[in-house]
Antibody, heavy 119, light 109 residues
Framework: QLQLQESGPGLVKPSETLSLTCTVS??????????WGWIRQPPGKGLEWIGS???????YYNPSLKSRVTISVDTSKNQFSLKLSSVTAADTAVYYC???????????WGQGTLVTVSS | EIVLTQSPGTLSLSPGERATLSCRAS???????LAWYQQKPGQAPRLLIY???SRATGIPDRFSGSGSGTDFTLTISRLEPEDFAVYYC??????????FGQGTKVEIK
């Protein structure tokens, strides 16, 4: 059974860079033709797609966040990561890692991790 | 970018009633790339429907999806107590970027 687990600081200061890692277990991040993605949800609000990456390194980002987002993959550790620069309070959210599939939806999600932007 | 608009924002129903949730896209969406999710407080979303009408693994048959083009519907035939939650539609474009609707809350009347 594929499992995803987010990790990283729960508190980030304004203007700094938010960094999260998603560790994949129960399957290899590079063994199948899937993308791996990040989605966030501000408290009490809806879901927002941040971006996704293929194991080869091809990335696709939400245009509204593109200038601040970097998603990378480390196949040796079976992990992929999110960096979001110049954060503000508006970036406070639960961040989920997930395995999206165009024709099969997002069947696998991490449990989510709350990141608060505050000084 | 395709915008998904869900209606109503809140649906107040009693257990046993039928729920009909709508998701309208700003431009045509491939049915293959339209999904529905259920989210309960403190939990990650759970995939219910993919490809507009295919139930995900383990999803009861009281959940069904339909629609094409710009109009899609999630129907819960008879609400069970555990079905009261927030529901999101999501589309996935030809490149792996996705957008979500703003959600419909199904609450107990």
């Amino acid at each position: 059974q594929l499992q995803l687990q987010e990790s990283g600081p729960g508190l980030v200061k304004p203007s700094e860079t938010l960094s999260l890692t998603c560790t994949v277990s129960g399957g290899s991040i590079s063994s199948s033709s899937y993308y791996w993605g990040w989605i966030r949800q501000p408290p009490g609000k809806g879901l927002e797609w941040i971006g996704s990456i293929y194991y080869s390194g091809s990335t696709y980002y939400n245009p509204s966040l593109k200038s601040r987002v970097t998603i990378s993959v480390d196949t040796s550790k079976n992990q992929f990561s999110l960096k979001l620069s110049s954060v503000t309070a508006a970036d406070t959210a639960v961040y989920y890692c997930a395995r999206p599939s165009a024709a099969a939806g997002i069947a696998y999600w991490g449990q989510g991790t709350l990141v608060t932007v505050s000084s | 970018e395709i915008v998904l608009t869900q209606s109503p924002g809140t649906l107040s129903l009693s257990p046993g009633e039928r729920a009909t949730l709508s998701c309208r896209a700003s431009q045509s969406v491939s049915s293959s790339y339209l999904a529905w999710y259920q989210q309960k407080p403190g939990q990650a979303p759970r995939l219910l429907i993919y490809g507009a009408s295919s139930r995900a693994t383990g999803i009861p048959d009281r959940f069904s999806g339909s629609g094409s083009g710009t109009d899609f519907t999630l129907t819960i035939s008879r609400l069970e107590p555990e079905d009261f939650a927030v529901y999101y539609c999501q589309q996935y474009g030809s490149s792996p970027r996705g957008t979500f609707g703003q959600g419909t809350k199904v609450e107990i009347k």
